[in-house]
């Protein structure tokens, strides 16, 4: 098992905000035109990949409300939003 699985879906919830935020940072520095290194995309990248793993966890879960709480949304402008987000009846 590995420890992705042992995670608890407060773990997992914490995780998701966090990298969102990051992602959404970093995603608009590089909009706004700042120059990445090699080794920032390659940070950026793994930071996805992350997200994305903790992403399929949170939707193991059969998620209801949005990673921020309940009658909330993942903020507009994200690079990546949560599952209950990405559904159109969601609001």
């Known amino acids: 098992m590995t420890t992705y699985q042992k995670s608890s879906l407060q773990e997992i919830v914490q995780t998701l905000q966090n990298g969102q935020k990051w992602l959404t940072e970093n995603f608009r520095e590089w ?3 700042q120059e990445f290194t090699d080794e920032d995309r390659r940070l950026f990248d793994a930071g996805l990949e992350r997200w994305e793993r903790f ?3 949170y939707q193991a879960t059969a998620p209801t409300i949005c990673i921020w709480g309940n009658n909330k949304k993942c903020p507009s402008g994200a690079p990546v939003v949560c ?3 990405e559904t159109p009846t969601h609001e």
Do not use: D, N, P, S
């Open 83 to 85: 599952v209950v987000c």
């Open 31 to 33: 909009l706004g035109g």
């Open 55 to 57: 992403e399929r966890l």
